[in-house]
């Protein structure tokens, strides 16, 4: 506990470094939670300090109840593993490659190896919009790219993908004939009373103890970022993926009971390819454990090579989680501290945790929102698990770090590493990025001087994906300035609307060039050439007939026609 104790006071220095209004951490050791902490605001503007019981928006670490619900319906024998996705889905079929509709399983889905392109872009607005319905999810997917300049990538090339658990999400609906959010609460938060972990709008309407997620401006000042939408209950395959909420208390509940789950899946039969684990006299009743199919979920599926083998195994990813072994150049790879570990700096290179210590199992992920990010890693052989949650996350992942400074406390890893030096170039760097990657080459691009038609002939509805998306391209008149402002909305959503400004020739951007509104308003995208619309002019009919945008900097520019 002394470790701990002092370890209090690096993540103070952590917090300090990150400019995180709040960070809440607890630890979890043989079974029994033995430090749960806050330090800060969970609401800057009220001085609203956070404590255990806070909700904070716990991103990808939502996969971990989505997966959790499948193995529950495995145990019970309404579904496989290795089912087909098309067996309960089968109006999915990617037609960029028919393989994938014959062949991709349920593990496919969660491992990330289906191969298709994530439509982050299309799925995740402005202001925390959620452009795309649920309904359109399949359809969309179906059209996803599904390969590279090397071929075919369903299960070759992993892909991480969002989008895909929203297929999970639908397998359950369709099987339980309930909603996602009802079955998770019914079959996994009451059973194990986790009362502050959220699922629906209606959960959070007069819940004062919620952490708000922050941008922080030029000046330093912090901005309380949209929260209309979270948690995401009204869109399931968005819940499914990155929508849910919960508590530092909640968490650690939900580590011993995945610990425990494992635990007794493994002791009770000897010839599962598990760790063999110690038995604890503080183990959860498994009667009472919703938790099922836990050495499936948490097992490795797809392997992440190490940057350093020598000294490192490769870490590999399950269903939800990701699975290491201490002492691991991988630890913090799925992080959003991400600067630092590209070369020529590679700092976590210097920065591995106890390599003079004996090996260590851990198991885990890392989900980030907007103005958020949570860190969950469990130790199956000791029973321990690191629970770390930040409500912001521009200047650093805040809760990696905090993760990383308790892993090293309790478990007492050598050499003794100082890990402030790595947060603050981690910072450092973060603090140039929308300036060097979004302003400078949006700015050094942008050709102000070229000829501008009338705007009104921009207006419209412009449809793409085979009409499943929508940009609606509205024109005002801005009586103050005798001008005609352009404005876009994202697939019908009018939480979504932004301003447009002159580019180039036939090219308006909804990234107006001012950071601070970005950062406020909550622009999900960090590539300039992604917030440009490209009008397609028609000198035959003199009309403006489609857009082009760059939806996704890794794919083609897709096509939106003009509806007449």
Request: glycine content about 6%; charged content about 25%.
């Amino acid at each position: 506990m002394q470790r701990l104790k002092e370890a209090i006071c690096e993540i103070h220095q952590v917090r300090e470094i990150c400019q995180a209004p709040s960070i809440s951490f607890g630890v979890v050791h043989k079974g029994k939670v033995i430090l749960r902490e806050s330090i800060g605001y969970r609401d800057v503007e009220r001085k609203l300090e956070a404590n255990p019981d806070t909700i904070y928006m716990i991103g990808s670490c939502s996969k971990m109840f989505t997966s959790a619900a499948l193995g529950i319906l495995v145990d019970e024998e309404k579904v496989q593993w290795l089912n087909l996705v098309s067996k309960h889905l089968p109006d999915f079929n990617p037609i960029g490659d028919s393989r994938i509709g014959q062949s991709a399983d349920l593990i496919d889905v969660l491992r990330h190896s289906t191969g298709l392109t994530a439509p982050d872009s299309l799925c995740f607005g402005p202001r925390g919009s959620s452009p795309l319905d649920a309904k359109q999810l399949i359809p969309l997917l179906n059209l996803m790219p599904t390969s590279n300049n090397e071929g075919q990538r369903f299960n070759r090339h992993w892909m991480y993908n969002n989008a895909t658990y929203g297929l999970a999400a639908e397998v359950i609906e369709r099987v339980t004939c309930k909603p996602f959010p009802d079955f998770v609460r019914s079959r996994i938060l009451q059973p194990l009373g986790l009362d502050r972990t959220v699922l629906t709008t209606s959960d959070v309407e007069e819940d004062d103890n919620l952490a708000y997620q922050y941008a922080i401006l030029d000046n330093g000042a912090f901005s309380k970022l949209p929260t209309e939408s979270w948690p995401l209950g009204h869109n399931p395959p968005q819940l499914a993926v990155t929508g849910i909420g919960s508590s530092l208390n909640d968490m650690l509940t939900w580590c011993i009971s995945v610990l425990s789950a494992e635990r007794g899946e493994v002791e009770s039969s000897p010839t599962n390819e598990g760790p063999t684990l110690p038995s604890s006299p503080t183990s959860t009743n498994k009667k009472r454990n919703p938790l099922k199919q836990m050495t499936r979920v948490r097992r490795g599926y797809w392997t992440r090579p190490p940057d350093d083998p020598a000294i490192s195994a490769e870490a590999a990813v399950g269903m939800g989680w990701i699975r290491m072994m201490l002492p691991s150049s991988m630890l913090g790879a799925f992080s959003g501290n991400g600067f630092t570990r590209e070369p020529p700096l590679s700092m976590h290179l210097n920065n591995i945790l106890g390599t003079q210590s004996e090996k260590r199992l851990m198991v885990g992920h890392t989900g980030g929102v907007m103005g958020g990010v949570t860190t969950v890693w469990t130790f199956p052989e000791t029973q321990s698990a690191i629970v770390t949650m930040a409500n912001t996350r521009q200047l650093g992942d805040a809760s990696d770090f905090t993760a990383q400074v308790l892993i090293q406390a309790l478990f007492d890893l050598q050499p003794r590493i100082d890990l402030l030096p790595w947060a603050r170039k981690e910072v450092e760097l973060k603090k140039g990025f929308y300036s060097e990657k979004l302003l400078r080459p949006w700015t050094e691009n942008r050709q102000e001087t070229d000829d501008e038609r009338d705007r009104t002939l921009y207006a419209g509805e412009y449809q793409g994906f085979e009409g499943l998306f929508t940009l609606h391209i509205i024109a005002n008149q801005d009586e103050t300035q005798s001008t005609t402002r352009l404005s876009v909305m994202f697939n019908s959503q009018k939480r979504s609307m932004c301003d447009l400004v002159f580019y180039k020739s036939d090219h308006y951007s909804f990234f107006t060039g001012d950071l601070d509104y970005w950062l406020a308003e909550w622009f999900p995208w960090g590539d300039y050439r992604e917030t440009i619309l490209e009008f397609k002019w028609d000198d035959m009919t003199e009309k403006v007939s489609g857009i082009w945008w760059l939806w996704s900097k890794e794919e083609k520019p897709a096509w939106f026609k003009r509806v007449e």
